[in-house]
């Protein structure tokens, strides 16, 4: 149970439940429900109107939602993992991008998301691999039109190795297919992601990462770029006690 007192929007109470049981040794399933409060943010409500196409507005309502949820987790062999999910949610004034015509952000006043996630994952004394695919429905419930920027299909890939020295590698793949967005619909992506970790020590760990390896053009939202190839390197301390 959760109580939230907002001097803007007043007082709401929500709740949540779960449920899990280990059917077999190797089975496990699960279930939850949940309600939701959100306050629209700062940039939502009072964000100034630059011409850009995006503008706050202060008459914004917050989100409620109610959110059912149920899973099934199986592990067929050691070091082996499968789970799928399935989930569905109910949101009343959805807080989203502004409608043609206006620069305003609004409420939506009913939506429907629900979606289904399928998962694999393997880990062994060197090599680690996995994924996921998840596809999602959503909609305006008034209207009957795909909700903004939520791509229907996404996958993810990824594929490890640990060496006998503890210097690890991997390669990490993302997928989104075309997402609904004002002036133009942004175009399916996919991008590689590679990734080193080298122990230095027994506290400290050398990082490194490059994004999007390829450096494929794409977009999230349209008319809006995205990083090319970069990396990052970073030095991780881990206090051991």
């Known amino acids: 149970m959760r109580h939230d007192d907002s001097n803007q929007f007043g007082a709401a109470r929500t709740a949540g439940a779960a449920w899990g049981w280990d059917a077999t040794e190797r089975t496990h399933l699960r279930l939850s429900w949940g309600e939701g409060f959100r306050a629209p943010n700062f940039n939502e409500l009072y964000y100034p109107d630059t011409g850009y196409g995006y503008a706050g507005n202060p008459d914004l309502k917050p989100e409620r939602s109610e959110t059912w949820e149920a899973g099934l987790e199986f592990a067929p062999a050691t070091g082996h993992r499968l789970g799928l999910s399935a989930f569905r949610s109910r949101v009343q004034d959805l807080v989203a991008f502004a409608a043609p015509g206006t620069s305003n952000a609004i409420n939506i006043n009913r939506a429907r998301l629900e979606g289904v996630e399928l998962e694999y994952r393997y880990r062994g004394s060197a090599w680690t691999f996995g994924g996921n695919v998840a596809w ?41 297919s075309a997402r609904r967005d004002f ?59």
Do not use: M
């Open 136 to 176: 999602l429905d959503t909609e305006d419930a008034a209207t009957g039109l795909l909700l903004l920027r939520r791509a229907r299909d996404k996958a993810h890939a990824d594929v490890g190795y640990r060496f006998a020295s503890g210097l690890e590698l991997g390669l990490d793949g993302d997928y989104a």
């Open 183 to 241: 002036g133009g619909n942004p175009g399916a992506y996919a991008i590689a992601h590679l990734r080193l970790a080298w122990p230095l020590s027994p506290s400290w760990r050398l990082e490194a990462r490059v994004e999007n390896l390829g450096d494929r053009d794409y977009s999230l939202v349209q008319g809006f770029n995205t990083p090319g190839r970069s990396g990052v390197v970073s030095v991780v301390w881990n206090v051991k006690h």
